[in-house]
């Protein structure tokens, strides 16, 4: 497996460089899943949250997926899987480039709506100065929420070696919700402690055949006021 600053220093060496000619677009994906077929890998991304304006268009096309074809006698797919499963188990981010528009050369499986053919791809560092565009992760800060009042955190992405666990802590009385692959809503939920004051805890693991899944995270206020602070860890299990 290639150490994330070697996989950035790779990438780097390759200089990022553009395709004389061509529109290129660069985007940073989560992988929340890396599916090998007969003749491609596919890499499916974290959906980025509703404040980044969702996964990146390109023309009419939501683009939320990436693909090779497994064909390749110069090594490129084995790279990109190499790449994708270190970002996938380490809950890292894959940078990737590709050809605007270009869905020709898509193989099976990366269909032209949702998905793109990389052309040059890395690891992006781990960096808190980077701002991660499909996560909102709480600052570790006191926050008040009054009655009724919803406060919305996430996606986090975990692979099946890693556990997600989140504390809510504070005065008062909110709520500490927890959803899968989808955002939280009152009646939909995979953890809700419900205690009577603040302090509440929610874990979750990936089993197999999963190989990740995507969290969100959600604060209702139910007394008057209360004031909580949120931690979101990625562990291992």
């Not at 060496?13 to 553009?18: E, I, T």
């Not at 099976?108 to 040059?120: K, L, N, V």
Request: proline content about 8%.
């Amino acid at each position: 497996m290639v150490p994330v600053r070697a996989a950035l220093a790779l990438a780097a060496a390759c200089g990022w460089a553009a395709p004389v000619g061509a529109a290129t677009a660069t985007y940073h994906c989560l992988p929340i899943n890396v599916t090998e077929r007969s003749a491609a890998l596919i890499v499916s991304c974290a959906e980025p949250s509703p404040l980044e304006g969702g996964y990146p268009w390109d023309g009419a096309a939501r683009i939320s997926r990436f693909g090779v074809d497994k064909n390749d006698a110069t090594g490129f797919a084995a790279r990109f899987l190499d790449l994708a499963q270190t970002a996938l188990v380490a809950g890292a981010v894959l940078r990737v480039q590709y050809t605007a528009g270009q869905t020709s050369k898509n193989p099976p499986g990366c269909e032209a709506h949702d998905c793109r053919r990389p052309t040059i791809f890395g690891l992006l560092a781990p960096d808190p100065a980077v701002r991660i565009p499909y996560a909102r992760w709480p600052g570790n800060k006191n926050t008040t929420i009054a009655a009724g009042e919803w406060q919305h955190y996430g996606p986090f992405s975990i692979s099946t070696i890693r556990r997600l666990v989140v504390k809510l802590t504070g005065s008062g009385n909110a709520d500490l919700y927890l959803q899968r692959d989808q955002p939280v809503t009152p009646d939909g939920h995979v953890c809700r402690p419900a205690k009577p004051d603040s302090n509440e805890t929610c874990q979750r693991v990936v089993d197999p055949p999963d190989q990740g899944a995507t969290f969100y995270v959600a604060v209702k206020g139910v007394a008057a006021s209360s004031t909580y602070k949120l931690s979101v860890a990625i562990q291992l299990r």
